[in-house]
């Protein structure tokens, strides 16, 4: 399996601040990484597939890069309906997930 | 507005099988894409069980591939999950999903979950 390790597991910010949150694959996977948010007793929800293509709907706050193994997910200026924990998702033969990080206000 | 939903007991006894339902509504499930199953355990940590196709074949994780089964009634929208032998470990929360591949594998449409405890 490939291991995907988000970080950090937990991350306070406050409204408009510029946040990053980190992935990292145990090897390369050719940037076929998505990013998904999860509210609160809500599902999930895909953000952003293959490293930097935003899903239909999603405000262009949202954004991410990478390469390798090492993929970013960036929120240009946090909103407090951003609150959530956000988790990476790789596909090699079988798709495998990170852990999350959840997204605080300060 | 396609949304799925998932439904099954919550408390299922070890060495059982645990049986769960993913009914979906705003699309037929045998019109395109894969349907499946995933479960976030206690800690956080989330993987991935298998799908069912469109046309109907299946495709497992391998590490479940002696327990589980995917299938399907196409007259009711709906596709279940059965994993058998099922131990402490299963405790989860299972979601149902959608899979769209698209350059890569995503899973554009998610259930909000069903938590199973597996105790005695």
């Known amino acids: 399996d490939i291991q995907m390790t988000q970080s950090p597991s937990l991350l306070s910010a406050s409204v408009g601040d510029r946040v990053t949150l980190s992935c990292k694959a145990s090897?390369?996977?050719?940037?076929?990484l998505n990013w998904y948010q999860q509210k609160l007793g809500e599902a999930p929800k895909l953000l952003i597939y293959y490293t930097n293509s935003l899903q239909t709907g999603i405000p262009s706050r949202f954004s991410g890069s990478g390469s390798g193994t090492d993929y970013t997910l960036t929120i240009s200026s946090l909103q407090p309906e951003d609150v959530a924990t956000y988790f990476c998702?790789?596909?090699?033969?079988?798709?495998?997930f990170g852990a999350g990080t959840k997204l605080e206000l300060k | 507005e396609i949304q799925l939903q998932e439904s099954g007991p919550g408390l299922v006894k070890p060495s059982q099988s645990l049986s769960l339902t993913c009914s979906v509504t705003g699309y037929t499930i045998t019109s395109g894409y894969d349907w499946s199953w995933i479960r976030k355990f206690p800690g956080n940590k989330m993987e991935w069980m298998g799908y069912?196709?469109?046309?109907?074949?299946?495709n497992y994780n391998p590490s479940l591939k002696s327990r589980i089964s995917i299938t399907r009634d196409t007259s009711k929208n709906q596709f279940f999950l059965q994993l058998n032998s099922v131990t402490t470990e299963d405790t989860a929360t299972y979601y149902c999903?959608?899979?769209?591949?698209?350059?890569?594998?995503?899973?554009?449409?998610w259930g909000q979950g069903v938590m199973v405890t597996v105790s005695s």
């Open positions: 090897q390369n996977i050719y940037k076929y």
């Open positions: 999903a959608r899979r769209r591949i698209f350059i890569t594998t995503t899973f554009d449409y």
């Open positions: 069912i196709s469109y046309s109907g074949s299946t």
């Open positions: 998702q790789q596909y090699n033969s079988w798709p495998t």
